[in-house]
């Protein structure tokens, strides 16, 4: 037999659900009934925006003002602290729930490719165009994605502005090249490292160093053991850092007493997320490893 109370909750969450529904099938309803609004709407810049990706999220707080930014995902705080302090304050956040779709009507929705069908379906029923953006793995990727998100927002000149200080920063690090390129490894100590064709390795190459797992036959991401590490003896490992202070595996071998004798002063760390998402601000990130290489010590791996 059903507890009273089970059956209670249940028919609350089932009334909530229909809600929701209802609320829905009412701006879908709307929007129907008011053609030349739709048209006045697409028209214009859109002033309900709704991201549901992370990258996106970055690139809103780039180009428009907090006014017409709805929410960003839970997932933002921590890069925005490290790109752009204060940048997403007051800013709501969101979870990809059909609870939040309703809750901030958006009239624009920059999405992934990874979205799920069912919250392209209540976009649909909102009334919200669904803009998906791709991944950004090379600085001729952030370009494209900047413009296209720049054009989806109503922000074409902003999307310029940031796609030319990014090729300042590039042009000015390709003009005063190291002396010697050092050689480096994004390594996190689970085995996982990005090779050619990564934004990781687009971010290394522009610092002027030499990504060592980009000669690995299996382009992109390979695998590399500790062991491997040893052998090769990089100048330098970089290691992407995140908001997740628990023990972990991962954390376990890339902390190993090893690692720490053998690269002693050769540890740099840098906002995981960061390195994941392409945005005009990766040409400063190439600048700041530049200054962080510089400040490793000379010489090979001593052991």
Excluded at 58 to 78: F, G, K, N, Q, W
Excluded at 128 to 148: H, K, L, M, P, Q
Aim: charged residues 20%; aromatic residues 4%.
């Amino acid at each position: 037999m059903i507890p009273k109370q089970s059956f209670t909750r249940a028919r609350i969450a089932f009334g909530l659900l229909l809600g929701s529904l209802a609320v829905l099938a009412g701006m879908g309803a709307a929007r129907e009934t008011a053609p030349a609004a739709v048209a006045e709407l697409h028209g214009a810049p859109s002033q309900r925006i709704m991201s549901a990706n992370l990258c996106t999220d970055l690139l809103l707080l780039m180009l428009v003002p907090r006014s017409r930014i709805t929410s960003i995902t839970h997932l933002a705080h921590e890069p925005v602290a490290a790109l752009m302090p204060g940048a997403d304050a007051g800013v709501p956040v969101n979870h990809g729930t059909a609870e939040e779709v309703v809750r901030d009507r958006p009239d624009l929705i920059l999405a992934s490719p990874w979205t799920t069908p069912a919250m392209r379906r209540l976009a649909r029923k909102a009334g919200a165009r669904v803009v998906e953006v791709g991944d950004a793995n090379s600085f001729a990727d952030i370009r494209r994605v900047t413009r296209a998100v720049g054009a989806a927002v109503g922000e074409r000149h902003r999307a310029e502005s940031l796609i030319a200080a990014m090729d300042r920063d590039l042009t000015d690090l390709a003009a005063n090249a190291p002396a010697r390129a050092r050689r480096v490894v994004v390594w996190n100590g689970d085995g996982s490292v990005p090779g050619e064709g990564t934004l990781a390795d687009a971010i290394i190459r522009a610092a002027g160093g030499v990504n060592v797992a980009a000669k690995f036959p299996d382009t992109r991401y390979s695998t590399y053991s500790m062991e491997e590490l040893l052998m090769v003896r990089p100048d330098a490992i970089l290691r992407g850092v995140d908001g997740y202070d628990r023990p972990s595996l991962r954390d376990t071998a890339g902390e190993h007493p090893l690692i720490w004798k053998a690269f002693a002063g050769r540890r740099l760390t840098y906002p995981a997320s960061l390195y994941a998402c392409g945005t005009p601000l990766s040409g400063r990130l190439a600048r700041d490893l530049r200054a962080e290489l510089a400040r490793v010590p000379e010489g090979g791996v001593a052991w």
